[in-house]
């Protein structure tokens, strides 16, 4: 039926054989908005198969024509920034202004990823073997990065744009197939972005795209043999998928609970904005969001009305209309932070604001005077909901933060570089911001957690690097 969007396989745009499909439901409206194919998993093991067989020609596939290919997608999908971004607004309801951000940062990572490929991927190395004691220099080393084989990309429903080609591009210039499976909610989105590499003429079955239940071919594909890498981006279901998995390398980037520790001499107007934009943007539903304010006594009641004057200003409604704060993922994420607001009043906390929802829209909430008994002072809302906790002593703040069981960024605003790169060692995270509000990008920097908060590295360098294997041939000298 022709309301269902297709999946795409073989280089083709197909129809489940199981004749299901799934909803997406629009965030603002709370109604359908698109359905995709609930695919089967048989379906999935012939995409599988297909993307085995297309690899093999593509590792032969000269780097450069890789990147030619790459970079003609990168054209395409910025030319087609305004329907895409549509479907964001649509599934994700995030801001018009920033979904359309989110396709040119995409057009701009895939480009920058074939740039930074051929360049890694052109290099091998050379070593003698006389280095090593009682060697002669009989031996030639030669190494060189090989892929990998099938690459499974599971990006979130915040970025599924995004979050996707920053695993589809490092994938596909380092000679590996694609078999992508997006989030529910952003899966037209993703799909819209999969043609865009179809127009570029990608040879057949090297980018799949299968949607459907994770009930149904989550474990599935997580599981199946063919797969040799996984790079994910979520939550807790990474860690499962981690402890199921194979021998195969993993990219896990999961969760956060990023600390902002706020010290006696930092520029508070500065704090404040950064604690708007770091806590608040896209509804505070970004995994580098500020999730933990911790700042000092002495300067907490002037940051918090500068803070709480901000708030103020923040728009509130639908996506379309770009305001700052909309309605969250889906009813039951909406549900989560209501728990975790409802368990902070009752054990006392300060409310800046009232607690006002509608729907999956929340108000943005500044809570002060949280208390380490409080779950919001631990768990991630991925809300407009912020916890403020006063601090008598830096050592305070940093035990907070490295109490946790995330370790994604944190970030420290102190006029004093020597204290800031001091508190950046003590914290357990894999990256600290000196005076800004936690963020993935630039997208070449490198980016992981440590903690429950993923594996591995990301970032342009480092995930093209992962998604290769090393490849040595030694020649002996008589
Ligand atoms: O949600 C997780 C993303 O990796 C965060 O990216 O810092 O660019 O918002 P961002």
């Known amino acids: 039926d022709g309301d269902v969007y297709k999946y795409y396989a073989d280089g083709e745009w197909k129809k489940s054989s199981s004749n299901k499909s799934v909803a997406i439901i629009n965030p603002t409206t709370r109604k359908t908005q698109y359905k995709v194919q609930a695919c089967s998993q048989e379906e999935v093991n012939k995409v599988i198969d297909s993307a085995k067989s297309a690899q093999k020609l593509w590792a032969k596939t000269p780097l450069w024509k890789r990147a030619e290919l790459l970079h003609k997608a990168a054209a395409i999908l910025k030319e087609n920034k305004a329907p895409i971004a549509e479907c964001l607004v649509k599934e994700i309801a995030k801001p018009a202004k920033d979904a359309v951000t989110e396709v040119v940062r995409s057009g701009d990572l895939i480009s920058y990823c074939a740039e930074e490929g051929v360049r890694i991927l052109g290099e091998g190395k050379f070593l003698v073997s006389d280095s090593f004691p009682g060697n002669e220099r009989t031996k030639y080393c030669l190494t060189s990065k090989i892929p990998l084989g099938v690459v499974l990309a599971i990006p979130?429903?915040?970025?599924?744009?995004?979050?996707?080609?920053?695993?589809?591009?490092?994938?596909?210039?380092?000679?590996?197939?694609?078999?992508?499976?997006?989030?529910?909610?952003?899966?037209?989105?993703?799909?819209?972005?999969?043609?865009?590499?179809?127009?570029?003429?990608?040879?057949?079955?090297?980018?799949?795209?299968?949607?459907?239940?994770?009930?149904?071919?989550?474990?599935?594909?997580?599981?199946?043999?063919?797969?040799n890498c996984i790079s994910f981006t979520g939550g807790d279901t990474g860690i499962a998928i981690s402890k199921k998995a194979g021998m195969i390398p993993l990219q896990m980037e999961l969760g956060g609970k990023d600390a902002c520790i706020v010290l006696e001499d930092a520029d508070l107007d500065l704090v404040a904005a950064n604690i708007i934009k770091g806590g608040f943007s896209y509804s505070g539903q970004?995994?580098?969001?500020?999730?933990?304010?911790?700042?000092?006594?002495?300067?907490?009641?002037?940051?918090?009305?500068?803070?709480?004057?901000?708030?103020?200003?923040?728009?509130?409604?639908?996506?379309?209309?770009?305001?700052?704060?909309t309605p969250v993922v889906s009813e039951s994420s909406a549900n989560f932070i209501e728990g975790l607001v409802l368990d902070a009043k009752q054990k006392g906390a300060t409310f800046c604001q009232e607690y006002k929802r509608e729907g999956n829209l929340i108000w943005p909430l500044l809570l002060d005077n949280v208390r380490p008994d409080m779950r919001i002072a631990w768990e991630e809302p991925f809300g407009p909901v912020l916890p403020v906790i006063r601090i008598s002593s830096v050592e305070e703040g940093i035990h907070h933060c490295n109490a946790s069981n995330f370790g994604l960024q944190g970030c420290v605003f102190t006029k004093d570089i020597n204290k800031a790169m001091l508190i950046s060692d003590a914290m357990e995270t894999g990256t600290v911001q000196i005076n800004s509000a936690p963020a993935r990008g630039p997208d070449h920097f490198p980016f992981q957690g440590i903690k429950d908060s993923g594996i591995g590295s990301q970032g342009i360098t480092n995930s093209i690097n992962m998604m290769t294997k090393i490849k040595t041939t030694v020649i002996n000298l008589p």
């Open 156 to 227: 979130p429903f915040n970025y599924p744009v995004n979050l996707a080609v920053s695993k589809i591009a490092p994938a596909l210039i380092a000679g590996n197939s694609i078999v992508l499976k997006p989030p529910t909610q952003g899966a037209v989105s993703a799909l819209h972005m999969v043609h865009c590499f179809h127009l570029a003429g990608f040879p057949k079955g090297l980018i799949s795209c299968v949607t459907g239940k994770g009930s149904e071919i989550g474990d599935f594909l997580t599981l199946h043999p063919g797969v």
């Open 286 to 325: 970004r995994c580098t969001a500020v999730k933990v304010v911790l700042v000092m006594e002495s300067v907490a009641d002037a940051l918090v009305e500068k803070v709480k004057a901000k708030v103020a200003k923040l728009s509130v409604g639908p996506p379309e209309n770009d305001s700052d704060i």
